[in-house]
């Protein structure tokens, strides 16, 4: 049989690790490393790093892949994710036959944790033969934002929502809440929002020696946080953020 591991390893610190992770990396028979491009070649280095810094078991291999790139050109969103899924799904089987065959334990090492806007488990159950899955959580990206920001995430007895920069861009301010976390932008959705009221708690390369936090009213912090983005991505070729908006009366 074939297991997969899906360990979540925190948002760029490697002391997020959870002890379960170390473990679950080193029972490992082979740990897969996706390569995004050098733009993000950071991501792919944190990986080996950790790899580096916890493996103690010599039977572990490691093997890189190029993982395919979305077709950001697609008119249909949800076609153009299917598409892409299937494609990351044949990359994975690949690598997966060529460097272990069809038994064994196979890890991936995850951004943050395999079950919050990632799509490591949807395209796991698409491998054929389809594999055992196994999950390790990991610190999440909000977890990592909240805790750069030492802000609690809700308000006492209230809910809060978690959506995506298309989302409010396309939609506005969902109703029934005043707390909204914001993953996937592409751009800088808050700026579609009136900021009268709002309060923004941003951060990018969170848990990266990189990191950089910045809070305040909307109205006064959502230019800044704009130039700062954009400077960074410069910088960097790529730039991985979020950020959460309260809505204050």
């Known amino acids: 049989m074939l297991t997969l591991s899906l360990i979540g390893i925190g948002c760029g610190d490697p002391g997020q690790l959870t002890r379960a992770a170390i473990t679950a990396i080193n029972s490992a028979d082979l740990v ?27 039977k572990t291999d490691i093997a890189e892949f190029d993982l395919p790139a979305r077709d950001a050109d697609e008119a249909d969103y949800r076609k153009g994710v299917d598409d892409w ?7 994975w089987s690949r690598t997966i036959a060529d460097h272990l065959g069809h038994e064994g334990k196979v890890a991936l090492l995850i951004w ?36 750069a920001h030492a802000l609690p995430l809700n308000d006492i007895g209230e809910p ?14 969902p109703q029934g809440v005043d707390t909204v976390v914001v993953m996937l932008d592409g751009g800088t959705a808050f700026q579609a929002l009136d900021p009268a009221g709002f309060y923004i708690y941003w951060g990018a390369y ?9 809070s305040g009213a909307l109205a006064e912090a959502g230019p800044r946080i704009a130039a700062a983005r954009q400077d960074a991505r410069e910088r960097h070729g790529w730039i991985m953020d979020s950020y959460i908006l309260k809505r204050r009366a």
């Open 32 to 58: 897969l490393i996706p390569r995004k491009g050098s733009a993000k070649s950071d991501l792919a280095d944190l990986r080996r790093t950790i790899c580096a810094d916890v493996l103690t078991s010599d």
């Open 85 to 91: 899924h299937d494609a990351v799904a044949a990359a």
């Open 112 to 147: 943050g944790d395999p079950s919050l806007y990632d799509s490591s488990l949807r395209i796991a159950r698409r491998l054929d033969p389809l594999p055992d899955i196994e999950v390790v959580p990991g610190i999440t990206s909000i977890q990592a934002l909240c805790a």
């Open 160 to 173: 809060f929502l978690v959506t995506t920069g298309r989302r409010l861009r396309e939609g506005g301010w």
């Open 206 to 214: 969170l848990g990266m020696s990189d990191q950089i936090i910045i």
